[in-house]
């Protein structure tokens, strides 16, 4: 899939998930107020899970035919849902304003969260096909 049709699909997609990333993030940061930017940690680690089970599926079933949902679902959604660049604004924020530890907590943490969540996703479906 190219063209026109995989710019819409990646597009639609991204609109969801900057949606549900909003309401996922804002959710979180409401209901339970934090040092910590929990909402932001949140979304980056499901979304970084969900591109691990899209991947796997990708593996398993073929990219071919799975590239329309691939597109639309890890690209689209997972990558509007995720925000690894506010991730990185908060640390700074809170690096500068007098919380160097939380900034690096913060990075360090988003990170050695991230990427096992990937290799889960991944797993997840393997262990199932």
């Known amino acids: 899939m190219s063209g026109p049709w995989a ?15 909003f309401w996922v993030a804002d ?3 409401t209901r339970r107020r934090s040092a910590m930017p929990r909402g932001t940690i949140a979304v980056n680690v499901l979304g970084s899970f969900l591109v691990g089970v899209i991947t796997g599926l990708v593996l398993t079933v073929g990219t071919d035919a799975f590239e329309p949902w691939r597109l639309f ?38 990170l050695a969260a991230t990427v096992p969540a990937v290799a889960a996703g991944i797993g997840v ?3 199932w096909a």
């Open 7 to 21: 710019f819409l699909t990646v597009a639609v997609g991204g609109g969801i998930g900057a949606a549900a990333r």
């Open 125 to 127: 479906v393997v262990m």
């Open 27 to 29: 959710t979180i940061t």
């Open 73 to 110: 679902l890890a690209t689209g959604i997972c990558g509007g849902f995720t925000t690894f660049s506010t991730a990185t604004v908060e640390s700074v924020t809170l690096a500068r304003g007098g919380h160097p530890l939380r900034a690096l907590a913060n990075t360090l943490g988003t």
